[in-house]
């Protein structure tokens, strides 16, 4: 039986390293996608059973090349790790700039859109699949200062949700986690008063995600799982 194939956004991020690690573990061939060229190469070695690929997940065209390039060298995508995203906050709702809801908006589900329309078909083809995207604990409700990261994060979740409802029948699992503050470098650097050790680790978010797209989830469609920690 051949390895199967995980394609990873965001993978040089803290997160992205965490669960290409858990999935290396289980001897899976992984396509690991970026923006930053340097982070990946700096975080990975590329070999027969690694493809790094810098692209720019706005750019629709650039996703679906890399994509195909993928497809050409593994033959098939078995799971989506949709991590990539952003953080913004400091704006109340009535001041919110129209940079940062585009910031937001387009970091945290255009991207999605952009790399679903180029992983789904495939999924659909073969009639298996798993796609699991990274949602927010904070998007639960509106909260101040945060109502645009708030905003394109639920808008996350409910296209997770809606994308579960549409490929159900079809073999492909989707499902989306909601961590609450991840133990990175930069958090504790953000808030250096407060207690890690109630965060949510990248690893033990990792085990959650690579959970999602195993057969033992196989029964799980448009589940939003709190991952929270102690907080």
Not at 61 to 79: C, L, M, P, S, T
Not at 144 to 168: D, H, Q, V
Request: charged letters at 20%; hydrophobic letters at 50%; glycine letters at 8%.
């Amino acid at each position: 039986m051949n390895p199967q194939t995980v394609l990873i956004t965001g993978a040089a991020g803290h997160l992205g390293q965490a669960v290409a690690a858990k999935f290396r573990q289980s001897g899976m061939q992984l396509v690991l996608v970026d923006r930053d060229a340097d982070a990946l190469k700096r975080a990975f070695t590329e070999g027969p059973a690694v493809l790094l690929l810098p692209m720019d997940l706005l750019d629709r065209k650039q996703v679906a090349a890399g994509v195909k390039a993928a497809n050409a060298r593994f033959g098939a995508i078995d799971a989506c790790c949709h991590i990539a995203g952003g953080f913004r906050m400091g704006e109340a709702v009535h001041e919110t700039s129209p940079a940062t809801w585009d910031f937001l908006m387009d970091l945290n589900a255009r991207t999605f859109l952009h790399v679903a329309e180029a992983v789904v078909p495939g999924m659909c083809e073969r009639r298996r699949g798993r796609f699991v995207t990274v949602g927010a604990a904070a998007a639960a409700r509106g909260s101040a200062n945060m109502g645009a990261y708030c905003a394109s994060k639920s808008a996350l979740i409910r296209l997770t949700e809606a994308l579960s409802a549409e490929l159900r029948e079809q073999g492909v699992n989707v499902n989306c986690v909601l961590p609450s503050i991840i133990d990175t470098p930069d958090n504790r650097a953000a808030m250096p008063d407060a207690d890690p050790s109630r965060w949510v680790a990248p690893q033990a978010l990792a085990e959650v995600i690579a959970f999602l797209t195993s057969d033992a989830a196989s029964a799980i469609h448009g589940a939003a799982v709190p991952v929270t920690g102690l907080v």
